[in-house]
């Protein structure tokens, strides 16, 4: 069966400090995982991975995908309060058009002033 | 604001009743997908629409129905409610039928009693 899991389930750290998220998976196949950033309500989309070793950044964000161990790590340095929320990640298993992502239940982070 | 909206925000109904909730994509996205959020679940797609045509289905039930119109906006029919159905309702739009960044509307609280 495809899932995929986020570890660690919840974090609280103070501003200033760099955190690591992670995400891994297993499914059939593999064509894209996507990290969102879900804060009072609707998730927003933070980036899309296709290739490993290709490092995705925004600002103090940055993500990066390791298709041989299956895993993708979502990096926040100089935390800020606004970055309290809840980290999601998703896989899409298909190769063919169709669409299926799979969710992790997310990494809720609580960054402190 | 991500452009997308959803009426209502709130639903609140009895078991075994059954609700429409209507989503209005972005200006010009000609996609629409559901999502359920539970707190034992997690995000979990539900359908997605392109162009008024079912595309893609994920974990939908059959007591659950969908369409989208030929003005695009989208509705989800769900019937014969139980508990388990209360959840945070989301809707997403993207411009193509495969495009990965999808753009979350503010979902409707759906409470079942």
């Known amino acids: 069966e495809d899932k995929v899991v986020q570890s660690p389930l919840s974090l609280v750290v103070h501003e200033g400090d760099t955190v690591t998220l992670n995400c891994s998976y297993e499914v059939t196949n593999f064509r894209s995982l996507l990290w969102y950033k879900q804060e009072k309500k609707a998730p927003t989309f933070l980036f899309m991975l296709?290739?490993?070793?290709i490092e995705k950044k925004s600002g103090r964000l940055s993500s990066i995908l390791d298709k041989k161990e299956l895993f993708s790590i979502l990096n926040i340095t100089a935390t800020q309060t606004g970055d309290s929320a809840i980290y999601l990640c998703?896989?899409?298993?298909?190769?063919?058009?169709?669409?299926?992502?799979?969710f992790g239940t997310g990494t809720r982070l609580k960054v402190l002033a | 604001d991500s452009g997308v909206t959803q009426t209502p925000k709130h639903l609140i109904t009895a078991t075994g009743q059954r609700v429409t909730l209507r989503c209005s994509p972005r200006?010009?996205?000609?996609?629409v997908y559901w999502y359920q959020q539970s707190l034992d679940q997690g995000l979990q797609f539900l359908i997605q629409?392109?162009?008024?045509?079912?595309?893609a289905k994920g974990n939908i039930l059959e007591r659950f129905s969908a369409q989208q119109f030929p003005d695009l906006h989208s509705e989800l029919n769900l019937s014969s409610l139980e508990l388990g159905d209360s959840a945070l309702y989301f809707c997403a739009s993207s411009p193509r039928r495969d495009n990965w960044e999808q753009y979350f509307g503010p979902g409707t609280r759906l409470t079942v009693t």
């Open positions: 629409y392109y162009n008024g045509e079912e595309r």
């Open positions: 998703a896989v899409d298993p298909t190769t063919s058009g169709t669409y299926k992502y799979i």
């Open positions: 200006s010009g996205d000609l996609s």
């Open positions: 296709t290739s490993s070793g």
